[in-house]
């Protein structure tokens, strides 16, 4: 019976051991497993957030580009409505529009409008002050100021132009413009 004993303990002790280093390496390996579940989740969890955050941005800009184009259509059926006075058609109006839609200097939306077609000389104002000044200063500080149309020398039907403007630019231009009258006035 001590022969048995002394042969199956060791045995034993050495199964329960191999058992014990399987458990402690399982359980090292479930832990490892388990951090890399939870690492995975909280990845999965921000891409899920960031998955959201963009379609709600999407959202958005589908309604902003829905809203421009009923703007856009509203004023063109203005634009082509018979007058509101006397119910007689409006005058030929001629489409200026640029394909740009928002401004590249203030990162703003172009707003629709109807603006005067001016023939013949340049008026005394914005490119009579200095045509290569103001051309200059109209590309660098107002380059989606649409306040009116030249239409050259020769008059023709249209009186009116159909453009998208920037209201910062158009802001801009009459401040350098009342700038520059008062230097020529001095």
């Excluded at 090292?28 to 969890?45: D, M, P, Q, W, Y």
């Excluded at 006397?86 to 001629?94: A, I, Q, Y």
């Excluded at 249209?158 to 209201?167: E, G, M, N, Q, Y």
Aim: net charge negative.
């Amino acid at each position: 019976m001590r022969l048995m004993i002394s042969i199956i303990l060791p045995v034993l002790l050495i199964v329960l051991a191999g058992f014990a280093f399987y458990a402690s390496t399982a359980a090292v390996e479930r832990a490892g497993l388990e951090e890399g579940l939870s690492v995975t989740n909280s990845k999965l969890e921000r891409a899920e957030a960031r998955l959201k955050d963009l379609d709600e941005h999407l959202g958005r800009v589908t309604a902003d580009l829905q809203a421009s184009r009923q703007r856009e259509v509203d004023a063109l059926a203005e634009m082509l409505a018979p007058s509101k006075e006397n119910g007689s058609p409006r005058p030929p109006t001629l489409d200026c529009r640029r394909p740009e839609l928002t401004c590249s200097l203030h990162h703003v939306e172009l707003e629709m409008r109807v603006v005067p077609i001016l023939y013949g000389e340049p008026p005394v104002g914005n490119e009579a002050l200095a045509p290569r000044v103001y051309g200059e200063a109209r590309q660098r500080e107002f380059p989606f100021a649409m306040v009116q149309v030249g239409g050259g020398c020769m008059v023709s039907p249209p009186t009116r132009a159909l453009v998208r403007s920037c209201p910062e630019c158009e802001e801009a231009e009459r401040t350098w413009v009342g700038a520059h009258k008062q230097q020529h006035q001095d």
